[in-house]
């Protein structure tokens, strides 16, 4: 499985950006996808998550309201729309893949969100 992420930026407090992560390797719809967040010296925090058929997602209640997780199948791609938002959200910003009832992560490089107040 390969991942890779795109769509980070530096933008001001209260903008929109919306994040990218592009599947490969593998049947996509067969794994649940995932973002997190990274600051630097910090550990990686889960944002947001959608089942394999985008029945349920999940996130962080530091996001809630403002980021959307969602999917393609048909292109193998899982998005993060980020609205609103904080200087609190700087980080690189990683999908991940894994297969349902397992926590065994396939990782993407991660991409860099800055936010300017």
């Known amino acids: 499985v390969q991942l890779q992420a795109s769509g980070g930026g530096t933008v001001q407090a209260g903008d929109s950006l919306r994040l990218s992560c592009a599947f490969s390797?593998?049947?996509?719809?067969?794994?649940?996808m995932e973002w997190f967040r990274q600051v630097l010296g910090k550990e990686r925090e889960f944002v947001a998550s959608?089942?394999?058929?985008?029945?349920?997602?999940n996130y962080a209640d530091s996001v809630k309201g403002r980021f959307t997780i969602s999917r393609d199948n048909s292109k193998s791609t899982v998005y993060l729309q980020m609205n609103i938002l904080k200087p609190e959200d700087t980080a690189i910003y990683y999908c991940?893949?894994?297969?349902?009832?397992?926590?065994?992560?396939?990782w993407g490089q991660g991409t860099l969100v800055t936010v300017s107040s």
């Open positions: 991940a893949a894994r297969k349902p009832a397992t926590y065994s992560y396939f």
């Open positions: 959608i089942t394999r058929i985008s029945i349920d997602t």
């Open positions: 390797g593998q049947a996509f719809s067969s794994y649940v």
